[in-house]
């Protein structure tokens, strides 16, 4: 079993930045992808970014690219996302996910564990 526990959202204005934490407990987890996913009310959760085992591979989606960055420190079982220059369309519940198996993914279905959420609210 892993636990994950997000931290780090709140509110915060248009160009503004926040970092949400994610630690985890349980199995091992510098061998497990990790993932940061959110959903915003009346849409379905949509990937945001992935960082490998070690964190040498990272993937982040279009819409976030320029603007956020996921990276891990496995010392700490910890992973993080840095959010520059949110926007109100950033407006979510943000979650971090771990997979089981080895590779790489973007779909929500393909991870097993799932923290509780953390709520990232961008005024204009």
């Known amino acids: 079993q892993v636990q994950l526990v997000e931290s780090g959202g709140g509110l915060v204005q248009a160009g503004g930045s926040l970092r949400l934490s994610c630690a985890a407990s349980g199995r091992t987890f510098s061998s497990s992808t990790m993932g940061w996913f959110r959903q915003a009310p009346g849409k379905e959760r949509e990937f945001v970014a992935y960082a490998t085992g070690s964190g040498r591979v990272t993937y982040s989606a279009d819409s976030v690219k320029d603007r956020f960055t996921i990276s891990r420190d496995n010392a700490k079982n910890t992973v993080y996302l840095q959010m520059n220059g949110l926007k109100p369309e950033d407006t979510a519940v943000y979650y971090c996910?771990?997979?089981?198996?080895?590779?790489?993914?973007?779909?929500?279905?393909?991870?097993?564990?799932w923290g509780q959420g953390t709520q990232v609210t961008v005024s204009s």
């Open positions: 996910a771990a997979r089981s198996s080895m590779g790489l993914s973007a779909r929500p279905d393909s991870y097993d564990y």
